[in-house]
């Protein structure tokens, strides 16, 4: 698949994260062993940091910026890519294949995955990308 590259937006069609927005980190289009067709690794919010006013303390605004990232390989049938990019310089070593294999090497790619995206969501960037899809 041409279209769907590292870094392009996607949205989950099917199962559990269904309408949820994700990051392509890596594609494989060839497959793998365990998984005999094409796929994509991908870093995506189980939830998104809810909406902050000018009032709120900063403890509270702090509380409501927080993400809960999720890692997954999809099949491309069940992504839809979009027209929006984030670079990944960040997110490029965290996941590969051997990541989903250990429960603690999964754990620890999602906490540095948790501090990327809030770090990109405090500067401002992809704005898009943190809000929900409303459907």
């Known amino acids: 698949m041409k279209f769907l590259k590292n870094g392009r937006v996607a949205i989950i069609t099917r199962g559990r994260y269904a309408g949820k927005k994700v990051v392509i980190v890596k594609v494989m289009d060839d497959g793998s062993k ?77 906490k540095t995955i948790k501090k990327a995206f809030e770090e990109r969501h405090q500067a401002g960037k992809n704005k898009w990308f943190f809000t929900p899809l409303r459907f």
Not at 45 to 57: A, G
Not at 62 to 89: A, C, G, Q
């Open 34 to 110: 365990s998984h005999p067709f094409g796929h994509a690794l991908v870093a995506g919010m189980e939830r998104y940091p809810s909406k902050i006013i000018r009032s709120m303390s900063k403890k509270r605004a702090t509380k409501r910026s927080k993400v809960k990232p999720f890692i997954k390989i999809v099949n491309y049938n069940h992504l839809m890519p979009t027209r929006y990019t984030i670079d990944l310089e960040t997110l490029k070593g965290v996941i590969t294949q051997d990541t989903f294999k250990e429960p603690s090497q999964r754990e620890e790619a999602k």
